[in-house]
T-cell receptor, first 114, second 112 residues
Framework: GAGVSQSPRYKVAKRGQDVALRCDPI?????LFWYQQALGQGPEFLTY????????KSGLPSDRFFAERPEGSVSTLKIQRTQQEDSAVYLC????????????FGPGTRLTVL | DAKTTQPNSMESNEEEPVHLPCNHS???????IHWYRQLPSQGPEYVIH???SNVNNRMASLAIAEDRKSSTLILHRATLRDAAVYYC?????????????FGPGTRLSVLP
């Protein structure tokens, strides 16, 4: 069956540009997470949705970062006025419900800001 | 969040067993021990998880110390495809929106 998909897989942006990264979770998965992974490090939490509600955005590094999941399925992570320090892989994960369910990760979007 | 410590890197020969250690001395009674791995250019994937008893699945085994302050992920016969970064994560999973807290993990190299 289809796993979590993300698009684009690679994005190059000039500093100051706005970017939008898309995540298609597994159908029916209630929970959706965004993580940021810098080169050589483990993923770091950005934000969490339960259905369409954004219940935790404590990991978003600045107010330039914004995420939405308006219909409780597809989610978009938007970064405004990109900076070089935003260069990273952005990972999306979904899980069926709260608890010790497996989190399924997408392949990530590699963002490079020049 | 409780922290885990893992060796930065390990090496193994193909078809030999691999024991990946993880220390979690501040684990709480409600924390489960999860292991994920990340192959090159991919997102992390689930390997195994457990609470107190040792666990086996088709991918690996998880041995948990009696005091739960450490655990070991065991790959019974390493293959080249097992070369990845392995993350040991403590996860309570009882709070809405609880996310995984990843450390730097252990980079496993498998030699042919």
């Amino acid at each position: 069956g289809a796993g979590v998909s993300q698009s684009p897989r690679y994005k190059v942006a000039k500093r100051g540009q706005d970017v939008a990264l898309r995540c298609d979770p597994i159908s029916g998965h209630v929970s959706l997470f965004w993580y940021q992974q810098a080169l050589g490090q483990g993923p770091e939490f950005l934000t969490y949705f339960q259905n369409e509600a954004q219940l935790d955005k404590s990991g978003l590094p600045s107010d330039r970062f914004f995420a939405e999941r308006p219909e409780g399925s597809v989610s978009t992570l938007k970064i405004q006025r990109t900076q070089q320090e935003d260069s990273a892989v952005y990972l999306c994960a979904s899980s069926l419900r709260l608890g010790h369910n497996e989190q399924f990760f997408g392949p990530g979007t590699r963002l490079t800001v020049l | 969040d409780a922290k885990t410590t893992q060796p930065n890197s390990m090496e193994s020969n193909e078809e030999e067993p691999v024991h990946l250690p993880c220390n979690h001395s501040t684990i709480s009674g409600t924390d489960y021990i999860h292991w994920y791995r990340q192959l090159p250019s991919q997102g992390p994937e689930y390997v195994i998880h457990g609470l107190t008893s040792n666990v086996n699945n088709r991918m690996a085994s998880l041995a948990i110390a009696e005091d739960r302050k450490s655990s070991t992920l065991i790959l019974h016969r390493a293959t080249l495809r097992d070369a990845a970064v392995y993350y040991c994560i403590l996860y309570e999973g009882l709070r809405y929106g609880q996310n995984f807290v990843f450390g730097p993990g252990t980079r496993l190299s498998v030699l042919p």
